[in-house]
């Protein structure tokens, strides 16, 4: 009898398994007619993605090659030049190799410890305006410089910092006297994070203010009545509310530790200044393009990407062990 038991038992198994697989696969055709146009609208996005960002990665292999504009990449006649680690020893022995490091460590340390925070800060404050009018202003005000041209931006600086600009005629009427901001390497590390900040943190605080905007009313009325003023209100559920978005854009901010703003420099920075304001993204931008040497200008940009995704993996692995928010 328990060996007749046994073998039904064994006869019945497979069945179920068979019915639940069939109820896995309807479910998961009913949800994808239920989420067409999703997938509809993401179509072209993921089309995008493919072919600008995946398609030409076939080209890093000039990174391993004496590669020539012309020359195709790969060929079978013997006219690539293969050399192998060559290009990534050449830019690893370079002589500004760790001037460059520091100083894109130094543009980016400066944005992790302040640039990144003010977008939060300015994000909580304005969710305390009760004001909609004045709320709006401050707000679209705020995100305005986002969709100005850098090159007008860094118009607008330069103009301020110059010998007679504002800033320099606040020294000057405070007793401090004329300060060679744009000359001197000393103060370019300030004015790149102060301008990169003024430009972007009003738009990267639309994150936060959309993830505000999704807590339940029901919360804050709940916390006043339990005698919460709006700080604690603020710090007890408006900050536990964003933080898992505070996770995820500070894991990528880590993972690009060494993607400076380069279109930025570029546009601040003159031959005075290199001593700190000479990054990984400048020196790409004069090897890779002024100079045509684009496999020295491949070879940093895998050194850069392979360093980026370890910091993103170490970043997300830390995340997901103290604050249970992560990419994967």
């Known amino acids: 009898m328990q060996y007749e038991e046994t073998t039904k038992t064994t006869k019945l198994t497979p069945t179920r398994h068979q019915y639940l697989r069939k109820v896995r696969i309807l479910l998961s055709k009913r949800t994808f007619r239920d989420n067409i146009e999703g997938y509809a609208m993401l179509l072209p996005v993921m089309a995008h993605i ?28 013997g006219s690539v030049e293969w050399v192998g680690l060559q290009h990534f020893k050449e830019f690893i022995m ?22 990144f925070w003010i977008p939060v800060l300015f994000a ?24 100005i041209s850098s090159v007008v931006v860094v118009g ?9 600009g504002i800033v320099n005629q606040l020294c000057m009427a405070m007793g401090v006297g004329v ?29 936060y203010l959309s993830a505000m905007s999704a807590v339940d009313p029901g919360q804050y009325e709940a916390a006043r009545l339990d005698g919460a003023g709006r700080f604690k209100q603020m710090l007890h ?7 898992p978005t505070i996770a995820i854009l500070l894991i990528f901010d880590i993972g690009a530790i060494l993607n400076a703003n380069t279109d930025m420099i570029l546009l601040l920075y003159n031959p005075a200044v290199y001593e700190t304001a ?4 400048t020196y790409l931008y004069r090897v890779g393009l002024t100079e045509a040497r684009f496999s020295l200008g491949s070879a940093a940009g895998i050194f850069i990407s392979v360093i980026g995704f370890g910091l993103t993996y170490l970043a997300n692995l830390f995340a997901r062990k103290f604050c249970d928010y992560s990419l994967w």
């Not at 607008?156 to 007679?164: G, L, Y």
């Not at 901001?181 to 639309?206: D, R």
């Not at 559920?237 to 933080?243: F, G």
């Open 50 to 77: 493919f072919i600008f960002c995946y398609i030409p990665i076939y080209g890093v292999i000039i990174a391993f090659q004496n590669y020539t504009p012309g020359r195709p990449f790969l060929s079978f006649d």
């Open 94 to 115: 370079n002589p500004y190799f760790w001037r460059l490091i520091k100083n894109t460590l130094v543009f980016s340390s400066l944005y992790l410890l302040v640039g």
């Open 124 to 147: 909580l404050l304005l969710n305390e305006v009760r004001n909609l009018k004045y709320k709006k202003f401050v707000q679209t005000a705020s995100y305005l410089p986002h969709f």
């Open 156 to 164: 607008m600086v330069m103009s301020f910092i110059n010998s007679e």
């Open 179 to 207: 300060i060679p901001f744009n000359t001197e390497p000393k103060w370019f590390p300030v004015i790149y994070t102060v301008t990169n900040i003024w430009q972007n943190f009003g738009w990267g605080s639309i994150l």
């Open 237 to 243: 559920i408006t900050l536990p509310a964003i933080k």
């Open 278 to 281: 000479d990054v990984i993204g």
